[in-house]
C-alpha cells in the first residue's frame, strides 16, 4: 500500500524557478506551502526530449538513449538524422538501434504494479511519444494537443474533441494551448475515470521564452496562463474524491538563458579547413549538431580528428565547455562526467559560453548559440545554473510542508519518488526523494577542471546516495602559473 492512490505531475517546460517571484502566484504559494526542492537540476544536454526521457524512464541520457534533441547515429552515421521531435524517426529506431528508448519507463512500470497512466502533452509529437514510448502497448493513455497524428492512442482524440471543443490555435504566446490542456485535465483527465498517474506537459514558458525572450510580456502572459492551469488543477484535486490520497508534483525540465549573439560554428570551422556539416554528403566527414551545445561526429572514427577539432574548439573565445576522452583531447572534461557514456552518445561535445552576467531585465544568464531561435530569444540544452535549474515542488499529505530543501535532486528523481508514493519500486539511477523526512547524509560537492592553453573549463557535480547530480559548468579563467 502506498503512501497515494493518485499522482498529478505538472510539467511547466522551460521555467526558470528564479522567475516564479511575482509572476506565478499559485505556483509560489504551492512551492511555499509544501516542499520545494531549491537545488533541482536538469540533465544534460538541458533539452526538453532528453529531458523528457530522463524523467519517464529515471535514467541519465547514458542509460535511456536519447543523448540529444537531434543526433546522429554511432554505427550508421552515413544514414538521417535522428530528429526526435519526429515519431517517425523514433520509431526507426528500433530498426536501426535495436531500441528506441534503452532503459524501462514510468509507463512500464506502473503496469507492472497494476496501474494506470494518462499523459496530456503539448510538446512535439516525438516528445509527447517519449513520456511514454510504450503507450499502446501498457494500454495507457496519451492525448497530444496537435491531434491524433501526434499521439499514439488517436483512438482517445474524438472523445475528447467532443468533450472539450476543437483543438486550439497554436499562437505564441501559447494561451490558447494551454487553456485548452487545463480543460482537457480538470473536465476529462482528472474528472472521469482518472487515471492513477496524470501527467500534464505545458509547454509554456518554454516556447514564449524562445520567440518573445525570456524578459518580454509574452513571457509574463504565458506564465500567468499556465499559473492559472495550475490553479484549476490543484483545485480539481482540491474538490474531487481522492485529494486526501492524492500527491501533486510541479516541475519544469530546464531553465533558459538569453542569447546575445549568433556564431556560425560550422561556416568557421569550414573557413579553417574542416569539412564539417548537418547532414552526411560528399564534403561533410564531421556531423555537426548546433544550439547552445552540440555534437561532432567524424563520419570514419578518427581519434586524431578529434584531437584536432578539440584544439579548434578550445582556441575560440564562443565556446565555453569541451567533453571528449581527455587522452584523446588535452583539456577536455570526459563524457562520463555528464552521464553521456551511451552507445549512442558522440565522441566530442560542446557548449557554447555563457555566464551568469545580468541580461534583459536584470534576469541573469546570458550566452551564445548557433542558431534555431531569433537572436534575443531565449535557449537553453547547455550546463548554465540558469539552464540547469529546475522547479521541483511535491505536495504530498502526510508529507513535509513548508519546507525547502537544499539536497541535489534531478529529473531522474521523478520516476522512482511517483513509484514510491505509489507503494512499488523502480529500480534506475535516480533515487526516492525525502519528501518525509530529510536524509541524514549530507550532498558533497565537487568541481572538475581542466585546461589546455589558455582554455579552462569547470563543471561542479554534487553527491547524494551513491549518486552524482549535474549542478553547473562553465568556462574558467585559466589560473595563473
Ligand atoms: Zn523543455
Known amino acids: 500500500m502506498g503512501q497515494v492512490d493518485k499522482v498529478v505531475i505538472v510539467v511547466f517546460d522551460g521555467l526558470r524557478p528564479d522567475m516564479i517571484a511575482g509572476r506565478m502566484p499559485v505556483l509560489q504559494a504551492f512551492l511555499g506551502d509544501n516542499l520545494w526542492f531549491r537545488n533541482a537540476r536538469s540533465v544534460f544536454p538541458s533539452l526538453t526530449r532528453v529531458c523528457t526521457t530522463s524523467v519517464s524512464t529515471g535514467t541519465w541520457p547514458g542509460r535511456h538513449g536519447i543523448v540529444n534533441n ?35 519507463s514510468l509507463g512500464q512500470r506502473l503496469v507492472v504494479a497494476g496501474r494506470s497512466m494518462m499523459a496530456i502533452h503539448c510538446g512535439s509529437a516525438g516528445s509527447g511519444m517519449l513520456v511514454n514510448h510504450a503507450v499502446r502497448e501498457n494500454g495507457q493513455r496519451t492525448f497530444s494537443v496537435h491531434g491524433a497524428d501526434a499521439t499514439l492512442t488517436p483512438e482517445i482524440v474524438p472523445g475528447i474533441l467532443a468533450e472539450c471543443g476543437p483543438l486550439p490555435s497554436h499562437d505564441v504566446p501559447k494561451l490558447d494551448v494551454v487553456a ?28 514564449s521564452f524562445h520567440f518573445c525572450g525570456i524578459h518580454s510580456e509574452g513571457a509574463d502572459k504565458a506564465m500567468r496562463a499556465a499559473d492559472t492551469v495550475f490553479g484549476e488543477i490543484l483545485q480539481t484535486v482540491a474538490d474531487g474524491p481522492f485529494t486526501s490520497r492524492t500527491a501533486v508534483l510541479a516541475l519544469s525540465d530546464h531553465g533558459q538563458i538569453a542569447t546575445s549573439a549568433i556564431v556560425d560554428l560550422a561556416g568557421l570551422l569550414r573557413a579553417d579547413g574542416f569539412r564539417a556539416g548537418g547532414v552526411p554528403g560528399d564534403d561533410t566527414d564531421i556531423l555537426l549538431t548546433g544550439g547552445n551545445m552540440g555534437e561532432m561526429r567524424p563520419i570514419t572514427p578518427d581519434p586524431e580528428l578529434i584531437a584536432d577539432l578539440g584544439r579548434w574548439l578550445m582556441q575560440r573565445d564562443e565556446i565555453g565547455m569541451v567533453f571528449a576522452d581527455p587522452e584523446t583531447v588535452e583539456g577536455a572534461l570526459p563524457c562520463a562526467a555528464v552521464h553521456q557514456t551511451h552507445a549512442r552518445s558522440a565522441p566530442l561535445l560542446y557548449v557554447m559560453r555563457s555566464d551568469q552576467t545580468l541580461g534583459p531585465g536584470g534576469l541573469p544568464g546570458i550566452g551564445v548559440y548557433t542558431g534555431g531561435v531569433p537572436l534575443g530569444g531565449g535557449m537553453h540544452g547547455g550546463l548554465n545554473r ?50 518525509f523526512a530529510p536524509e541524514p547524509e549530507q550532498a558533497e560537492v565537487e568541481t572538475l577542471q581542466a585546461r589546455s592553453g589558455h582554455f579552462a573549463q569547470r563543471l561542479v557535480r554534487s553527491k547524494i546516495a551513491g549518486r552524482s547530480y549535474l549542478i553547473e559548468g562553465e568556462r574558467a579563467e585559466p589560473e595563473a602559473s
Request: net charge negative; hydrophobic share 40%; with cysteine.
Open 386 to 435: 540558469f539552464e540547469m535549474n529546475t522547479v521541483l515542488g511535491i505536495a504530498v499529505p502526510g508529507g513535509r510542508q513548508r519546507e525547502t530543501e537544499d539536497a541535489p535532486a534531478s529529473l531522474i528523481d521523478v520516476a522512482p519518488t511517483v513509484l514510491d508514493l505509489l507503494g512499488s519500486s523502480f529500480e534506475c539511477e535516480g533515487r526516492v526523494l525525502p519528501i
Open 180 to 207: 485548452y490542456t487545463g480543460r482537457v485535465a480538470t473536465e476529462v483527465a482528472l474528472a472521469q475515470d482518472q487515471a492513477d498517474v496524470t501527467l500534464v506537459w505545458l509547454p509554456e514558458p518554454d516556447t
Open 70 to 104: 537531434q543526433f546522429h547515429l554511432n554505427g550508421d552515421l552515413g544514414g538521417p538524422l535522428v530528429d526526435t521531435a519526429r515519431i517517425d524517426d523514433l520509431v526507426k529506431l528500433t530498426d536501426r538501434a535495436g531500441a528506441i528508448v534503452t532503459s524501462d
